[in-house]
C-alpha cells in the first residue's frame, strides 16, 4: 500500500469511528507522526493530504520543516522538549502538546514573547503514573493549567497523554476516560486564558477507543509510515 491509501484508510477509520459514538469526524484531527521518516516521505503524505505533522525531536523538525517550507502544512511538537530548546519550537510549531512543568511553559512564553506571537500549548498528563513517561501528575495538572494560563505569550488549549503501552486498546480505555474526566473538571473551573477544547490521544493502535472518548487530535505514525527502524 502507498502513503496515500494507508492515510485514506486511517481518515477513513477515524470518520468511521466518530460516526459510531455520535460525533462530528471533523471534531477529530489528524496529526500525522512524521517522526524518524525523511523528508522526501514527508512530503508524499502531503500531498496525499496530510495537513497536521507531528516530530518528536527538535533539530530533526527543524531541518524539515526548512527542507519543506513550501508545503502549506501545520507543525505539531509531541515529544520531550527541553526549555533550552524551547526556542526553536516556538519559531514554527503551531502547538506543543508536551508541557509538563511551569518552568518550561516560562521558557515558551518568553520565547514567544520574543517572536510576537501566542504559542498554543497542551499540558502532558502522566495519569498512569509511569516512571518511564513525561508528564505532570493528574494531582498536579490543574495547577499548572493555572499558572500556564496567567503566561501572556502561551495559549492553554488542553491536555496531552501517552497512556502506557498495552497490545489490547480495551486497556487504555480507562486513561483516556481519565484524561477526559480531568478536562471536563478544568473546564469547569472557567480559568483565564485556559480553552480546554483539545484532547490529545491516541496513536496507531489505539486512536478509535481514544475517539470514543473524546479526542480531538489523534497521533498516528507506524499506521501511515510503517514501521520505524
Ligand atoms: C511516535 C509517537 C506517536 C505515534 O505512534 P505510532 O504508534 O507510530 O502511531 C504518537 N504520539 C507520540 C507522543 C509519539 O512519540
Partial sequence: MSIKDRLDCIRKRIEAAAVRCGRDPKSVRLVTVSKTFPAETVREAIEAGADILGENYIQEARSKHETLSDCPVSWHYIGHLQSN????AVRFVDLIHSVDSLKLAKEID???????KIQNILIQVNIGKEDSKSGVFEEDAVQLVRDAGTLDHVAVKGLMIIPPFYDEPERVRPFFAGLRNLAEKIRAMNIPGVSMTELSMGMSGDFETAIENGATLVRVGRSIFGERH
Fill in 110 to 116: 518568553k520565547q514567544a514573547a520574543k517572536c510576537d
Fill in 85 to 88: 530548546k524551547a526556542k526553536y
